[in-house]
């Protein structure tokens, strides 16, 4: 790679940031074809490779859809539906029963078929699931007690307690014969399926993980059908891969791709303005148009499926009377900090939830709606008496963080609401539970396409919300349980609607700000097309320079 | 033959402002001469400037000559060997005289390496010899000591040793024995004497100890606001002051034998080098100040053969001393 | 003393009492001839001065003076350049005044780096006589504390205020105070010992002055030029080290502001909008600048050695 | 002197121990590494497992004590973030910093001494005003803000320097540049104030005064007692030769030990941060260790002092 990056380097010498030379790439015997060197501002957090460890924005970045595959995959260069991935086809044999037909001729990176024996292997209790067992009911409770797992190659604690989290109700796998398995659930579960198709439940080589002399071995390099293997992983400074030609859809476009660990902003835009890296990642909205002044480069990227909230804590002595919670989101011009902040590339969500939903999606739901005058209703029915508020607040973990917090903070106070910020650095002195508990800044992801994976995990009866105590609503709670369980589509839809209706108006336990954005940096001479996702494709069809 | 040393109109201004004002020193070989006066009348600065030690910022004037060559804003590589090796220098406050780093040997061998013709083992057997002519007991083991291992008086004889090892035809001992304890001053100036003596050389001997100079010297300077107010023999300055200042020191003084009796303080204080008072300096503070004392400074002029006077009311500041009416 | 000295005598008593005036004459001597003789002040260090003495003025009257308040967003301004009538310096990110945040920033910075380095000056000089004093247990104590001090890596020590007491600017001030002490503790402990081994404070000391009268009026006097130019070199890494601090989030947090906090968060503007950094930075420089300048003229004041 | 140094290394011991206590303590009761390193969506159960399996739930005293039991018997903890061991960590980020802090720490000096001594030889002149001049604005701009400047003209502008990463020297001459500059600064103004402080000693009139040419009262009398309170400064930026360029190895994203701590810190990872602290604090003592050595070396009073202190 220092070969690559001193060429690259001779190469842009001397030219001028405006008139930069296309970047030209590693030439190797034979092959011709380019590679990358991408700057990020974090490659992965957990140091490891497993998807069941690293459950992360920037895990997914580096695994989807370059080194790991699920059975159902997400449609990168569309709008995230499923689509077929390492099988081919899938159906219900019943309610708690999903038949998969796997994609034949797929090769791992070791040159091993991809086989049902690998599919049931993942889905094990070695690799996945430990001792813990399935509960015959929706989700496991939080803290019950997940056994510690086996000496010999220790899977770590928290493998397990995701894998539950991801199949609380998974009874067994079974290979049907070389190309067919079936996943037997406890319980009736129409989430099955998208179960299948989130972060997590992607499919590994059964050999390479009985070769590997450890966990953290296996962890570092893991061995799956991603169009890019791993050639190394430096934690907390790079991870190289290598095109894995023998890919079933087709011969990678790069050679190789680097990730590389760049924190300073300035310095991610830096190098690719000087032609070392080509691309940049996790670009805050307001560099997007220093960059773009430069005609040789565009940032690309857009909304992600991520929620930036507002939390309440409602055993706050002023947050008690749902009126002032409900007086916090009517305060939030939401607009203005998506068109001041985002530089209007992101957008003011339908509450939370997401269009991928399918037919779980309420479009004729909304977030609160901007409206001062409501909010000073609202505090003056409430008897406020301008009681400061405290904000706990983080120094940027999320993007523009600290701006929208000195903006809510002067928009809650335009309305009367006495809001002071407290700097904290780190979550759990954001979440000690205390009388000075109020409003924090938080985010929820959705996992798969249905509620179960965003309202139910995040802010249900085993959500962290929850279960640190900051909220708790009995029937929410009740439609929580009937979510999880039921099959009677319709049903659901009701249940999640009345959902939304007390957890975001009645008596709100969160309210919305906007929909979370990821930008990308990089040359226009590259043809590339990021994915509403943290994820970067760089599949055939997806990279040319 | 020229006199050792002759200083004519010697001025030194720090940043514009004047400390010395037109000094005039004549010095004969193996003369003694006491320079006394207070702190600040220039006693120290005279001698520094002479040999160029004032820092850069000093601006000197005027005319410095040994044996007739003059040595003031000579080239680097001759004053180099004029100090050390004609004109000795020894500082009061022995504590930070020395280079606390270095050993005795290495600081005095320096000076014998820099104005001796002396090779090798010469070198330290002189060196020895000189610590013991100073009277520091065990000399070879004490070649090898630092500065903070001696008292007081024995870095005071190691200056002297240092200063003796160039064969200088003048030492400059600018107080010498101020910081040190009254038997060990003695002892000090006992060495002085003698070795001036038995070596012949001159000596110059910046006081404001005037029993000290007195007994040590042949002739003194008496300074004040940097000038010389009176220049004459020991025991002429002692037994007939003429300035008034001179006067007023004398008066000072208590007498060794006779009597207890009030001792006469000279009234203010010596005045702001910024802001000289326009005629003699000391006029603010004389009890015998006319009005022409404050138009101009008076010029040091004889009275005598060897004794001469900066004062335009000397005469009346005599008979005034001897006790006899004005008029 | 003989009595046939003169120095004794009022006619060259000073103000200065007489034993120290013998075993220091010529320093004391010098000392009192330079307080007779003020030279004038040179440009350079009266331009430091007043500028030392408008951002103090500053400092006291930042919020009168600002035109805007300093969390007084406007977002339909953001990032607008400087020069125009309504925002002299240009706006910020959140379209806040960069003039009226300067002012209140250098409040903040100057109570920050005035404070610590008093702070720091005091308890370090304090700490360092007292090894010197006392030698033995508590010398060792006083230099473990300096040893671990010099160990810690500062950032640790600032997570711990922030994580432990929230983050209140008296207690910044207190924990940039620790930063530093350990150089004066230092520096004023082996001045005092040596200066302890000179014959001044032995005298001074056989007279039967006490402890805290020898160290105060006769030990720091003499190491004052040391001890001024470390003051003059931990002064603006107070402010330095406060914007580290705010480089790595842990210094003065929002909605506060300061000068290492404005030139922290507008890093990433540098390129964009470089006036949200520059007119702080500047401002760093330029007071060091003249702190350092007004820190050398004293030094020269007060050095006795220097003639 | 044997008593002086066992006296020295008791100290530097307890030293180290107090450093990871206090270290231990800020870092166990000021948040929860499950939290930090499995991120605020984890949900609670998997918080739950990994508290479980790293002792986190059992009393402080008992992780105290557990902790000081391993580091008796040798261990010195796994990091939490892959369950490596902390000591293969850091001691893979050691070349690195050291690439770095090393070549600065010498153009520091080659840079910062003579500057310093010459503007203290030349005191007042022009020369000696633009060396402190650009010593001051040198230490005053924060590294941050040298590194991006250095970064914009010789990255982007003139292209003749890589931004940032570590694949070759090239890559370490940015930062090393930005350490050295402020760090030369600091040293030429100390050495500039130390030379003058000696310069304005009597015994340099003494050398002077016995005919010494110039040229050799500084060489040989002024420079080695202006090497004193130098020493004291070297030392300091020695033992900040380990964790000392946070800020330098965040902007040029190169993989040190400075910067390995801050997210060491960040995720809480005990083991890991102690590791660094430890290393951090031996090669501060070692340092003072050394330049009390070199005080005696350099300064005969504090050898005869040494032996009873």
């Known amino acids: 790679m220092s070969k690559l990056t001193r060429r690259t380097i001779l190469t842009s010498g001397g030219a001028a940031a405006g008139t930069l030379l296309l970047p030209r790439f590693a030439i190797a015997q034979g092959d011709n074809r380019p590679s990358v060197t991408i700057a990020v501002q974090k490659v992965t957090n957990a140091n490891v490779l497993d998807v069941l460890r690293e459950q992360s924005n920037v895990g997914e970045r580096v695994f989807f859809s370059s080194i790991w595959e699920g059975l159902i995959s997400k449609n990168w260069r569309g709008n995230l539906e499923a689509v077929p991935g390492l099988a081919t086809e899938w159906h219900r044999i019943d309610d708690q029963t999903v038949e998969v037909k796997l994609r034949q001729g797929v090769k791992f990176h070791n040159g091993d078929e991809l086989t049902a024996e690998d599919v049931v292997f993942t889905f094990s209790r070695e690799r996945m699931f430990g001792e813990t067992e399935a509960k015959s009911r929706s989700t496991i409770q939080a803290f019950e007690k997940i056994p510690t797992p086996r000496p010999g190659k220790e899977l770590p604690p928290d493998v397990p307690a995701v894998a539950r989290r991801i199949w609380p109700d998974l009874v067994r796998v079974d290979a049907v014969d070389k190309y067919t398995v079936r996943f037997y659930n406890a319980t009736p579960d129409v989430t099955i399926e998208g179960r299948l198709s989130r972060y997590g439940s992607d499919i590994m080589n059964r050999r390479a993980w009985e070769e590997s002399a450890s966990y953290l071995d296996w962890a570092r390099k893991p061995i799956t059908t991603g169009p890019y293997r791993v050639v190394e992983l430096k934690p907390d400074v790079s991870l190289t891969l290598e095109a894995h030609d023998e890919y079933w859809g087709g011969r990678p476009p790069l050679k190789r791709i680097r990730f590389l660990e760049v924190p300073e902003v300035a310095s991610r835009i830096n190098g690719l303005l000087s032609g070392e890296y080509q691309f940049a990642c996790d670009i805050p909205p307001d560099q997007i148009a220093g960059i773009e002044k430069n005609a040789a480069f565009e940032v690309q990227g857009g909304t992600i499926l991520n929620h930036r909230l507002t939390v309440f804590d409602k055993n706050h002595a002023v947050l008690a009377n749902p009126l002032v919670r409900r007086a916090f989101t009517h305060a939030i011009d939401r607009q203005a900090i998506v068109d001041s902040l985002w530089a209007g590339r992101t957008r003011v969500p339908k509450g939370l939830q997401w269009e991928f939903y399918g037919d779980m999606f309420n479009a004729d739901w909304n977030v609160p709606a901007y409206d001062p005058k409501l909010a000073q209703d609202l505090l003056k029915q409430a008897g406020y008496k301008g009681d400061p508020i405290p904000y706990r607040l983080l120094n940027n973990y999320y993007t523009n963080q600290v701006a929208t917090a000195q903006i809510l903070v002067e928009m809650w106070k335009s309305v009367g609401l006495n809001v002071q910020i407290e700097t904290k650095e780190n979550w759990s002195q954001i979440m000690e539970r205390a009388p000075t508990r109020a409003v924090r800044d938080w985010s929820n992801s959705a996992a798969f396409n249905d509620p179960v994976s965003s309202l139910v995990a995040q802010h249900g009866p085993n959500g962290q919300q929850q279960q640190i105590g900051e909220w708790t609503n009995v029937e929410l709670n009740k439609l929580s349980e009937f979510l999880e369980t039921s099959t009677d589509r319709a049903a659901r839809r009701k249940a999640f609607h009345r959902m939304l209706e007390i957890a975001e108006r009645e008596d709100p336990a969160y309210t919305v700000l906007h929909q979370n954005a990821t930008f990308t940096a990089k040359p226009k001479s590259i043809k590339w097309k990021a994915a509403p996702a943290f994820a970067m494709d760089f599949r055939a069809g997806n990279f040319e320079a | ?327 | 003393m003989t009595d046939a000295t003169l120095k004794d005598t009022k006619a060259f008593s000073s103000d200065v009492d007489s034993v120290s005036r013998k075993e220091n004459a010529s320093r004391l001597g010098s000392s009192v001839r330079r307080r007779i003789s003020l030279p004038a002040i040179p440009v350079s260090v009266a331009l430091a001065i007043s500028w030392i003495v408008a951002m103090l003025v500053i400092a006291a009257f930042a919020e009168k003076i600002a035109p805007y308040g300093f969390t007084q967003l406007d977002l339909r301004n953001r990032l607008s350049a400087p020069g125009n009538a309504a925002h002299w310096l240009g706006t910020d990110e959140l379209g806040r005044d960069v003039l009226s945040r300067l002012l209140v920033s250098i409040r903040i910075s100057l109570l920050i780096a005035f404070g610590a380095t008093a702070i720091s000056a005091m308890v370090g000089t304090t700490l360092g006589f007292l090894a010197a004093h006392f030698r033995g247990l508590v010398e060792q104590l006083v230099l473990m504390l300096s040893d671990f001090q010099a160990s810690m890596p500062f950032l640790i020590m600032a997570l711990a205020v922030l994580a432990f007491f929230g983050n209140s600017l008296p207690l910044l001030i207190g924990l940039m105070g620790l930063f530093g002490w350990e150089r004066y503790a230092r520096i004023a402990r082996g001045l005092a010992i040596s200066a302890n081994a000179q014959g001044y404070a032995v005298a001074v000391r056989q007279l039967g002055a006490t402890p805290s009268r020898i160290y105060l009026r006769h030990i720091l006097p003499n190491i004052a030029s040391t001890l001024i130019v470390s003051t003059t070199l931990v002064f603006p890494e107070v402010i330095l080290t406060e914007s580290g601090l705010s480089f790595l989030g842990l210094g003065v947090q929002p909605p506060m502001t300061s000068l290492g906090n404005m030139v922290g968060y507008g890093r990433e503007y540098l390129t964009r909008a470089p006036w949200i950094m520059l007119a702080p930075a500047t401002t760093i420089v330029v007071t060091t600048l003249a702190v350092s300048v007004i820190g050398d003229w004293l030094r020269d004041r007060l050095d006795p050695t220097l003639q | 002197m044997g008593r002086y140094f066992a006296i020295r290394i008791g100290r530097a011991a307890l030293t180290i121990v107090l450093v990871v206590t206090f270290a231990f303590v800020v870092l166990r009761l000021s948040g929860d590494p499950a939290l930090m390193i499995l991120g605020p969506e984890a949900p609670p159960e998997v918080l739950a497992a990994f508290r479980k399996a790293w002792g986190l739930d059992d009393p402080i005293w008992f992780q105290y004590l557990d902790y000081f039991g391993a580091i008796a018997r040798g261990e010195l903890g796994r990091s939490m973030r892959d369950g490596r061991p902390a000591i293969e960590l850091v001691l893979e980020r050691i070349p690195a910093t050291l690439a770095l802090t090393l070549p600065a720490f010498v153009f520091k000096v080659a840079l910062g001494i003579p500057a310093g001594i010459y503007a203290a030889l030349h005191r007042g002149s022009g020369i000696d005003r633009a060396v402190m001049m650009t010593a001051v604005a040198g230490f005053t701009v924060p590294s941050f803000v040298l590194a991006l400047v250095l970064v914009l003209v010789f990255a982007v502008q003139l292209g003749w320097l890589p931004s940032g990463g570590q694949d070759s020297w090239r890559h370490a001459i940015l930062p090393i540049a930005t350490l050295s500059l402020g760090g030369a600064a600091v040293l030429a103004r100390f050495t500039r104030s130390a030379m003058l402080e000696v310069l304005g000693q009597p015994y340099i009139r003494t050398a002077s005064a016995k005919g010494v040419p110039w040229r050799k009262v500084v060489t040989s009398h002024a420079l080695p007692n202006a090497a004193i309170p130098t020493v004291t400064i070297l030392g300091f930026m020695v033992g900040t030769l380990m964790a000392g360029a946070v800020v330098v190895e965040s902007v040029f994203a190169w993989p040190g030990v400075g910067r390995l701590l801050v997210v060491a810190v960040a995720n809480r990872d005990l083991a890991v941060v102690q590791c660094i602290l430890l290393l951090v604090a031996m090669t501060m003592v070692t340092s003072n260790l050394v330049v009390d050595f070199l005080y005696g070396f350099l300064d005969p009073r504090l050898r005869s002092k040494g032996a009873h202190a």
């Not at chain 2, 005039?24 to 400037?49: C, F, H, M, N």
């Not at chain 2, 002429?236 to 300035?243: G, I, K, M, W, Y």
């Not at chain 2, 203010?268 to 326009?278: H, I, K, N, Y």
């Not at chain 2, 010029?299 to 900066?310: G, W």
Request: with cysteine; proline share 8%; glycine share 8%.
């Open chain 2, 1 to 327: 033959m020229p006199p050792l040393v002759s200083i004519r109109d010697l001025r030194v201004a720090f940043n514009g402002v004047p400390v010395l004002r037109g000094v005039d020193i004549v010095l004969q070989r193996g003369e003694a001469l006491g320079l006394v006066g207070e702190s600040g009348s220039g006693k120290s600065v005279t001698w520094l400037a002479a040999l160029g030690l004032l820092p850069r910022h000093a601006h000197v004037t005027g005319s410095v000559q040994l044996e007739g060559r003059e040595i003031l804003g000579a080239p680097a590589a001759e004053l180099d060997h004029v100090r050390g090796g004609r004109i000795a220098m020894i500082f009061q406050d022995p504590a930070s005289a020395l280079n606390p780093v270095l050993t005795i040997r290495k600081q005095l061998c320096e000076a014998l390496a820099l104005h001796r013709d002396l090779q090798g083992s010469a070198v330290k057997t002189e060196a020895r010899r000189l610590l013991e002519l100073v009277g520091i007991p065990d000399a070879a083991r004490r070649l090898e000591a630092y500065p903070h291992e001696f008292s007081g008086g024995q870095i005071q004889r190691i200056m002297i040793a240092m200063a003796l090892a160039g064969n200088p035809d003048l030492l400059i001992a600018d107080e010498p024995t101020t910081a040190l304890d009254a038997t060990i001053q003695a002892q000090i100036l006992e060495l002085l004497s003698t070795v001036r003596r038995e070596l012949g050389i001159a000596m110059v001997l910046i006081s404001h100890d005037l029993g000290v100079v007195a007994e040590n010297c042949d002739r003194v300077a008496v300074m004040y606001a940097g000038r010389i107010v009176e220049d004459a023999p020991s025991n002429q300055l002692f037994a007939d002051p003429v300035h008034p200042y001179a006067q007023g020191l004398i008066g000072a003084l208590p007498p060794l034998d006779g009597p207890r009796r009030r001792l006469t303080a000279i009234p203010g204080t010596v005045p702001d080098p910024a802001q000289m008072p326009s005629g003699c300096a000391f006029a603010p503070r004389c009890a015998l100040a006319a009005e022409p004392c404050g138009l101009a400074a008076p010029s040091l002029a004889p009275i005598a053969n060897d004794r001469s006077v900066a004062c335009i009311r000397a005469e009346a500041s005599r008979r005034a001393l001897l006790g006899i009416a004005a008029e």
